[in-house]
């Protein structure tokens, strides 16, 4: 996959499809629920576009992100988590997936405490300034591209994606993001 001109937002929550729309007037931006498309048809779609700003629904990292949340609240294998990262890795090498510029992350103080663990410690462990809490779908996501917060960009996922595991609810972050 070629790298993308644009810059890119992941809107995640349950009300990701009205953060989206409230988008798709604006001419700077291409904005679409992808939630069950493919990675093929989310590259396909976000690599044919000349706008600034590509903002959709389509997580590369759901995988990942369900497994580890499942393994800590006792629901999966390790080996199921061990499985999703290598999956993603393997992704990551073959340019077929990668992370975006931003998640915008909808109400984050109604997710479980796990799932803000994987949004707030985990992936904002990697890049604090690429992780962004939003209150709601009704503040105008047009309002937050007019100050995308700057900052280091993501590491490379080989070198963060293989630590996901020792990343513990309650502890990632604190003084590294391994237990």
């Given at each position: 996959?070629?790298?993308?001109?644009?810059?890119?937002?992941?809107?995640?929550?349950?009300?990701?499809?009205?953060?989206?729309?409230?988008?798709?007037?604006?001419?700077?931006?291409?904005?679409?629920?992808?939630?069950?498309?493919?990675?093929?048809?989310?590259?396909?779609?976000?690599?044919?576009?000349?706008?600034?700003y590509v903002v959709h629904d389509h997580d590369p990292l759901a995988h990942v992100a369900a497994a580890w949340v499942e393994f800590f609240d006792d629901q999966a294998t390790f080996g199921v988590l061990e499985l999703e990262i290598e999956r993603a890795l393997d992704a990551a090498t073959r340019h077929e997936m990668s992370v975006p510029d931003y998640y915008v992350v909808l109400h984050p103080e109604e997710l479980s405490a796990t799932w803000k663990h994987w949004w707030l410690g985990v992936l904002a462990a990697e890049s604090p300034t690429r992780v962004i809490p939003w209150p709601s779908a009704d503040t105008s996501l047009a309002a937050l591209l007019r100050r995308l917060p700057t900052g280091r960009a993501w590491p490379e996922v080989q070198t963060w994606l293989p630590r996901v595991p020792m990343s513990v609810p309650d502890r990632v972050g604190l003084g590294g993001s391994a237990a």
């Open positions: 996959m070629e790298p993308p001109v644009s810059t890119t937002l992941v809107v995640v929550g349950d009300e990701a499809s009205q953060a989206i729309r409230s988008l798709e007037r604006f001419p700077n931006v291409q904005a679409a629920s992808l939630a069950d498309a493919s990675d093929d048809e989310v590259t396909r779609w976000s690599t044919g576009t000349s706008a600034p």
